[in-house]
């Protein structure tokens, strides 16, 4: 086969390290792609939300699979974009369609198909600045902390955890009339506060069956003990201690079911991922938000823990015969520690020069904002490495990849060091 993997974070670099490892993988190209996916494929200087340029490539290349990597090209429709076109209709798409991919891309379409199929969630209501003294009365009759969320795609900035009421009005203003995250916010779902310990699991779906995959749990804050501000995430860990098999059946009962069927109730194709982002609420799951692809930094310790031909469960989803295909997992404990540029989430340089990268043996180095410059690595976005390691436990996963980042460096790299810091006993 001959696939196109569109994307250039460390989610595409885990995804390209996975898919060059199938029987029946021909050619891989990934676009934009990074300094580390050079090394499993082909890098292309092809934007992926330039649908008239992808395609080009996609028949020029004899492309037999676009793997959609991040959630922009499925919100604005690549996959409708290839069944609209003639020469594009019969290419396998892994992802959903625009309609299916609003899962993530408007909180409300999620939070009504969620009370629509029965689905455990937050209560919640849904404001537009016409509606705003509404959503102030809304806010009167909620104990704190108030939750506050864009509804549309964010950059992972749109979600706000208050805890004064003053403040929360102030920000729902700030959202909904003056604009603050763009058209994002141009309308607000306002929800009940959930407190418990979150996690994600992934789901593969051809729209009828479904495989589970690993479930990991990620650390979103930048400082240690997840304080300060939200990430991209700074680490993962695989499999979730608390996630054992009484809960994932609930999961699966409750969620993961509901949903696929719903799904095909309300006649929405998906052929793709499905991330269930959870809180476990004294062992009751929630579902916090839905996203159309695999999570990051999730999927550097998720596909490291599939021992299942990737390509062959994508076949499974392009010819609906996934529930004929065979998931295994390595038994194994996997744990992803961030290394980011300086300043991170808010202002940081970029081109600094990555030094130790051949001194790794025994981790995986996943490559999220990086770039080539000859036989350099340059630094190039604000998560620069995922330094991913397997353990027979937790502790000794965590310890072999804190092990591997000292031997790598660049100017001021930081990382935290206590990822896993809530769930393992060191």
């Known amino acids: 086969m001959r696939i196109l993997l569109l994307g250039s974070g460390g989610r595409e ?16 190209f990934i676009a934009p792609g ?39 090209p499925l919100v604005l429709g690549i996959h409708d974009f290839f069944l609209a076109d003639e020469a594009l209709a019969k290419i396998a798409v892994i992802g959903p369609q625009k309609e299916a991919a609003q899962l993530e891309g408007s909180k409300d379409f999620a939070k009504q198909f969620m009370a629509k199929h029965n689905i ?18 809304f806010l009167e009759g909620m104990n704190a902390p108030y939750v506050l969320k864009a509804d549309g795609l964010a950059a992972g900035k749109g979600v706000l955890i208050l805890d004064n009421l003053k403040e929360a009005k102030a920000e729902l203003k700030s959202m909904l009339s003056d604009a603050k995250f763009g058209e994002a916010s141009s309308r607000v779902v306002i929800e009940q506060f959930l407190s418990g310990i979150e996690c994600s699991v992934f789901v593969l779906t051809d729209g009828d069956s479904y495989k589970i995959l690993p479930e990991a749990k990620d650390y979103k804050r930048i400082g240690e003990g997840d304080t300060g501000l939200n990430t991209g995430g700074m680490g993962a860990i695989s499999p979730v201690p608390f996630a054992d098999a009484a809960f994932m059946d609930k999961v699966k009962n409750q969620i993961i079911i509901p949903t696929v069927k719903g799904l095909k109730a309300d006649q929405i194709p998906y052929k793709g991922f499905i991330f269930f982002g959870l809180i476990n609420v004294k062992g009751e799951p929630y579902v916090i938000e839905y996203n159309c692809r695999m999570g990051d930094p999730e999927t550097e310790v998720v596909m490291p823990r599939l021992r299942s031909d990737l390509l062959d469960l994508f076949e499974g989803v392009a010819t609906n015969t996934l529930s004929e295909r065979d998931v295994q997992f390595d038994e194994r404990f996997a744990a992803t520690v961030m290394m980011v540029s300086g300043g991170y989430p808010e202002s940081y340089e970029k081109g600094k020069q990555v030094y130790g990268l051949h001194t790794v043996q025994d981790s995986l180095v996943f490559h999220a904002g990086t770039k080539a410059d000859g036989p350099a690595v340059i630094t190039s976005g604000g998560r620069v490495l995922a330094v991913t390691s397997y353990g027979r436990n937790l502790a000794a996963a965590l310890d072999k990849s804190y092990q591997a980042i000292e031997n790598v460096e660049f100017d001021k790299a930081y990382y935290r060091k206590d990822i896993g810091f809530d769930v393992v006993e060191r």
């Open 13 to 28: 670099n885990a995804l390209a390290w996975k898919m060059a490892q199938s029987s029946i993988l021909d050619a891989l």
């Open 34 to 72: 990074n300094a580390g996916t050079k090394q499993y494929g082909t890098n292309v200087a092809l934007n992926p939300t330039d649908f008239e340029a992808v395609k080009s490539f996609v028949l020029d290349e004899k492309i037999d699979m676009v793997v959609v990597g991040p959630e922009d």
């Open 120 to 137: 455990p969630t937050a209560k919640y209501a849904t404001f537009t600045k016409d509606t705003l003294e509404q959503g102030y009365a």
